[in-house]
């Protein structure tokens, strides 16, 4: 067989996917550096993940229930404080944190120090609530609560209220 009748025959194995160190979709949230490594078009939108940088004293959106998705948090470096329900947990460094459907949560970084996390959505659903929220920032209109709530109810998720 040739090399050209190889090449033109439709691969049998799955493409594997490489994201470099100054690769990946770029999302700035106001003090939250986003990068997303994978948005699901590579795992059958069956997984996203996405590295985000939190500055200090950064507040993170109003606590939320996904119906839809798993997500999940694994801290790279600091401390994030992660609110569910009416506990905190303060994970540091090598934590994981896995919020699945249906859970109030929101998290923060309350330190003077910069934080970093590693975030999994299955199915990848929420990354383009991201994507929607730093289209609302570049527009030039403020990301108010509303707007906040109108862009998570695209992607099955609300606001938690009635907590206590």
């Not at 996904?66 to 905190?88: N, Q």
């Not at 249906?102 to 998290?107: C, I, L, S, Y």
């Amino acid at each position: 067989m040739t090399e050209e009748a190889k090449t033109s025959e439709p691969q049998t194995q799955p493409v594997v996917s490489v994201v470099r160190a100054d690769e990946g979709e770029r999302i700035v949230l106001g003090t939250t550096r986003m990068r997303v490594l994978e948005d699901g078009s590579h795992t059958g939108h069956r997984l996203a993940i996405a590295e985000s940088v939190l500055a200090p004293h950064t507040q993170g959106p109003p606590q939320h229930r996904h119906a839809r998705h798993d997500e999940g948090f694994y801290i790279l470096s600091g401390t994030v404080r992660f609110t569910v329900g009416d506990e905190e947990h303060d994970a540091t460094t090598g934590t994981l944190v896995m919020v699945p459907p249906g859970t109030p949560h929101t998290f923060a970084n309350p330190t003077d120090q910069p934080a970093v996390m590693l975030s999994t959505f299955t199915p990848d659903l929420y990354v383009q609530y991201f994507r929607d929220l730093q289209e609302v920032l570049a527009d030039g209109r403020p990301l108010t609560p509303q707007a906040n709530v109108d862009a998570m109810s695209r992607y099955a998720t609300e606001p938690a209220t009635g907590l206590g």
